[in-house]
């Protein structure tokens, strides 16, 4: 009923910047929060930023001050500006509608595919 397709990610020497992007699409009525998750192996799955559709944001400690969060509400898109990336910041990041209505009513949390983000010192 709804997916959500991310890009962006990639190869990058520490101190350099990537944008991540992530599209829902499918059978959506509104949704609110969407965010944006990492996970290394061995490892569980922390929150790396969330944005409401009414535009607040949260942040990890750790990628304060360097990453951006950020939505398009009519293009049900969410973005992530990463600066001054650090090799710690190496990770598969998932985004994350975590409140979808669909257009039947119905509400769903969905996940991205992940998308490969490499940091090299």
């Known amino acids: 009923q709804v997916q959500l397709v991310g890009s962006g990610g990639g190869l990058v020497q520490a101190g350099g910047s990537l944008r991540l992007s992530c599209a829902a699409s499918?059978?959506?009525?509104?949704?609110?929060?969407m965010g944006w998750y990492r996970q290394t192996p061995g490892k569980q799955r922390e929150l790396v930023a969330t944005?409401?559709?009414?535009?607040?944001?949260t942040y990890a400690d750790s990628v304060k001050g360097r990453f951006t969060i950020s939505r398009d509400n009519a293009k049900n898109t969410v973005y992530l500006q990463m600066n001054s990336l650090k090799p710690e910041d190496t990770a598969v990041y998932y985004c994350?509608?975590?409140?979808?209505?669909?257009?039947?009513?119905?509400?769903?949390?969905?996940w991205g595919q992940g998308t490969l983000v490499t940091v090299s010192s």
């Open positions: 944005i409401t559709s009414g535009g607040r944001t």
């Open positions: 994350n509608a975590g409140t979808v209505v669909t257009s039947i009513g119905t509400y769903l949390e969905v």
């Open positions: 499918g059978r959506i009525f509104s949704i609110d929060a």
